[in-house]
């Protein structure tokens, strides 16, 4: 059973620019999470998508957004990139939810310069 | 304000000898938590998790102990081998219908 996967998996990108990150999930499972981690942070939460609905979302500006497809395939937007955003962004897919444990993949690690 | 906090950033243990890891919480609705661990340039990897019905589950080396009245959880790893060392995260929900909190996270170095 593949695992789930992210792409790409390292990105450098200017400040103000944009950038779109995806995640696959493990297949059937339908609900895909979003966590930041930066240096000495835990995994902070962004957004969960269920159905391709957002269903919760965390405290983080709008310039961070998402959307999740039919296939359960998700992906995340950052726009008006600042040096802030510079860290590990992971997915998580679970087949329910927060109920059952959750998958994640090996991260996209984003460097704002 | 942290509702998940791991306030030892680091652990050092002798290959063989036991492994606590420690976690509090202060939110009160929490009833269920987990603990992940993860390694250098790969995502966390899920352990054992726990519900507030219970104070103790194992499986096989690694014990999660959840003490309601203290919002106290710990890790328990015997033997602690090698391989163990990674960064151990507890993280935490309401009724399994809300977002992980995560902790900070505890770096564990088991020597051999």
């Known amino acids: 059973k593949a695992g789930v996967t992210q792409t790409p998996r390292y990105l450098i990108k200017t400040r103000g620019q944009q950038v779109t990150l995806s995640c696959s999930p493990i297949s059937g499972h339908r609900s895909v999470s979003w966590y930041q981690q930066t240096p000495g942070q835990g995994l902070q939460f962004l957004f969960e998508y269920f159905s391709e609905t957002q269903r919760n979302k965390g405290n983080f500006p709008g310039r961070f957004s998402g959307r999740q497809f039919s296939n359960s395939r998700s992906e995340m937007n950052v726009s008006t990139l600042e040096l802030g955003d510079s860290a590990l962004y992971l997915c998580a897919s679970s087949s329910t939810g927060f109920s059952t444990e959750a998958f994640f993949g090996q991260g996209t690690r984003l460097t704002v310069v | 304000d942290q509702q998940v906090k791991q306030n030892s950033p680091s652990l050092s243990v002798q290959e063989g000898r036991i492994s606590i890891l420690n976690c509090d919480y202060t939110?009160?609705?929490?009833?269920?938590f987990l603990w992940y661990k993860k390694y250098p340039a790969e995502g966390p990897t899920f352990l054992i998790s726990i519900s507030s019905i219970k104070d103790k589950n194992e499986d096989g080396r690694f014990t999660v102990f959840l003490n309601k009245s203290a919002k106290h959880l710990s890790l328990h790893i015997v033997p602690s081998q090698p391989g163990d060392s990674a960064v151990y995260f507890c993280a935490a929900s309401v009724s399994g219908n809300t977002p992980l909190v995560f902790g900070k996270g505890t770096r564990l170095s088991v020597i051999a």
């Open positions: 939110n009160s609705m929490f009833d269920y």
